[in-house]
Structure formats: C-alpha cells, structure tokens
C-alpha cells in the first residue's frame, strides 16, 4: 500500500542531457543537495533538501529527443490496475508497468489531452519526504488546450473530487482527494505561444519569487511568465537552462481573497 493515498501526486523527477548542469542549477535555486547517482538505474540521482528527498535528476537515455521536462508521478496502490483504467477512458501507455528493483512498480502515459504522466506503485521508495515547504514540491496544474477531455479521463482514473474555480476568463478546476486539493487543471487561452504542448506544470516552493527569477537568469534559465500575485501566493513560471519548465511559488506572500469554488 502507498503511502500516499490513490492518485496523490507522490514524485517528480527529470531527464536532462547535462545532468551535472542540471545539479548546479537547482542546487543553487533550490537548495538541493545529491545523493550519487544508480549505475544499476541509468545514473538515476535523487535530490534531497533538508535531508529529505524532494525529486530526482537523471541523465537523459540515449535515442530520446526533445527538451527536458519535469515529470510527475500519481500514486497508484497497483500500477498495472491503473494502467488498464488509463487506456479504457481514452489515455495512452508509454512505458508498461515496470518494477524499478525493490523501489517500486512505475508506468509512464499520456491523458487524452496529451500531457504525459506517470504512476507509481511504492515499495522501498514512497516518494516525497518532504512537501510544501522552501525547494520541495508543492503543487502542479495539468495545463491543456482540451479540458473537457481531461476533466472526463483524470476522475474516471484517479478518485477524485471536482471542483469548479468560480473566476470570470479563467477556466480552472481544482481535484482534491478526501476534500484537499491535490492538482490544479488549466485551460490554455490564445495567450499560450500555439506550438506550447500541454504538460503537467509542477511548482516548488521557494522563499522568495522575485530573487528566485533573478537566481534563474544568472544561472542561464528564463522567465516564461509572471511573477504573479495571488491568495495562493506569489509565483512565476521559468525554464531552466536546459528547457525544463516549472514554477517557483512564494506560499507565505499571498494577495486577494480566495476564490469559490463550484
């Protein structure tokens, strides 16, 4: 059994095709410090902050393509059940459930919408240590040009409860498990660049959004967008420079009222 209830977002880890820059950058930024990387599991590196694991790096395998990408991982007390709910509400596999050694059972796909995603099935390694706080997880929001294909697939796989953010132009939904929020879903408007894809955007958490940004461009990354205030707290989203993107949230500067939810 997971130590994480069913479809709680419980990793994230990424392939880069320079994982010593990938190292510098998000220790700096984050805080990070490295376990040594598996031979046994392609170089796979796990970052830990206070102590805690809070995500991975990973050299990116040979024959694959594309910019890096943050990838996030759903809890599943069984990965090949999960997997089987995946194709029947219209997602796709990408890697089949997989035992990764005594650590767990994983299977990679993509929502109908075509965000990739993972699940995991803990053994040894449940995942997060650490969540909420400074340069650990926090949140992420599947952003998507087609919500109502994801807002139909993520319940049918995941228990999840759906709730309706009530803010004019903002098309928004929150998924929670036993009443918390666990994921966010957002509609991409026309502001979106049309060649973005959607993607599962994940946030960590840091002391100071603005510092941060300026921490991302001296260290060669880029501001896509923000730094925006909210009542869930200041954040801005950045790539690193290796075109990983993600946000960077300031949980304890906040703005506004909170918003209903339907």
């Known amino acids: 059994m997971s130590a994480y209830p069913e479809g709680t977002p419980c990793w994230a880890d990424a392939m880069f095709p320079d994982v010593e820059a990938a190292k510098s950058f998000y220790g700096e930024l984050l805080g990070w ?4 990387g598996s031979e046994e599991f392609g170089g796979y590196t796990q970052a830990r902050s206070d102590g805690r694991a809070v995500a991975a790096v990973v050299p990116r395998m040979q024959g694959v393509e594309g910019p890096a990408a943050w990838n996030l991982y759903f809890a599943s007390a069984d990965a090949a059940a999960t997997a089987a709910k995946i194709r029947e509400n219209g997602g796709t596999i990408a890697v089949e459930p997989t ?24 053994g040894a390694h449940e995942g997060f240590e650490k969540t909420g706080g400074t340069g650990a997880y926090c ?19 995941f228990p999840f409860e759906v709730r ?5 132009d903002v098309d928004y939904r929150v ?12 509609g991409m408007t026309d ?14 958490a840091v002391d100071n959004c603005d510092a941060a940004i300026v921490t991302v461009t001296k260290l060669g990354g ?3 967008s923000g730094p925006m205030d909210s009542p869930f707290g200041r954040f801005a989203t950045v790539a690193d420079q290796q ?11 906040t703005e506004g009222e909170m918003p209903s939810f339907a």
């Open 222 to 224: 880029r501001l896509l």
């Open 164 to 168: 309706t953010m009530d803010v004019d």
């Open 33 to 36: 410090t490295f376990d040594s």
């Open 99 to 122: 035992r990764v050694g005594e650590f767990g059972t994983m299977v990679t796909a993509r929502e109908p919408s075509g965000a990739y995603f993972s699940v995991w099935q803990a």
């Open 243 to 253: 075109d990983a993107a993600f946000s960077v949230v300031d949980l304890s500067t």
């Open 139 to 157: 949140w992420a929001e599947l952003t998507t040009r087609d919500p109502a294909a994801a807002d139909a697939f993520l319940p049918a796989v």
């Open 175 to 186: 998924f929670r498990i036993g009443g918390r929020p666990v994921l966010g879903r957002l």
């Open 191 to 204: 502001e979106f660049p049309p060649d973005m894809p959607p993607y599962l955007n994940v946030h960590f």
